[in-house]
């Protein structure tokens, strides 16, 4: 039988979409930012968020702006404009809680300084998964999946698509990731 997947959630990716120096310098300046701690983070986490530092150079501003450009065309989407960039770092035995970010239309994270087997949860918004047994796990029936993701690394999902996960524990210390908001403009 043919199986259509209808309804899929689109979740941009663009591997070394900073250069290792560019990491480094980011890294670098994240590190000397006053970081606070954030609702969405458990444990030994900080955050700027709300704080607005400027700490993204512009020539990275904009790369990020043509990702979000081309996410939205491909989806069909009115352009969104960054709203907001803030840092994250999380240390030993922290987890980032499940979440959403409300008012925003499409987000994102350029991870910074991740562990080679780090993962970026999301949880099926399809209410009516969570209803029907299921005797395997399949693309139709995951509660959440993963992908993976690596330094350099840029990310692009729905705000509304809610991510992290309350029983996953950050293994190390230092755990960056710049993370941002987008509005349709
Ligand atoms: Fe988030």
Redesign the pocket.
């Known amino acids: 039988m043919n199986i259509v997947p209808l309804f899929p959630t689109p979740i941009g990716s663009k591997v070394d979409f900073i250069t290792s120096k560019e990491r480094l310098q980011l890294w670098d300046r994240i590190k000397k930012i006053d970081h606070h701690p954030h609702e ?1 983070i458990i444990g030994e986490g900080y955050s700027t968020h709300r704080k607005s530092p400027k700490f993204v150079d512009k020539k990275i501003q904009d790369r990020i702006q043509s990702a979000l450009d081309e996410y939205n065309e491909t989806c069909g989407n009115f352009p969104s404009k960054i709203l907001d960039i803030w840092s994250n770092i999380q240390n030993s035995g922290s987890k ?1 809680k499940q ?3 409300a008012g925003c239309d499409i ?1 994102g ?1 350029l991870y910074i300084n991740v562990a080679e087997d780090d993962k970026l949860y999301f949880h099926n918004p399809n209410p009516y998964v969570y209803f029907t047994p299921r005797k395997d796990l399949t693309p139709y029936n995951y509660e959440y999946h993963w992908i993976p993701v690596k330094n350099c690394q840029l990310v692009l999902f729905p705000s509304w698509l809610r ?2 996960n309350d029983n996953v524990i950050n293994k190390m210390d230092g755990r960056i990731v710049v ?1 941002f908001n987008s509005v349709n403009k």
Do not use: D, F, R, V
Request: aromatic content about 0%.
């Open positions: 969405s980032l979440h959403s970010h987000s994270a991510h992290g993370s």
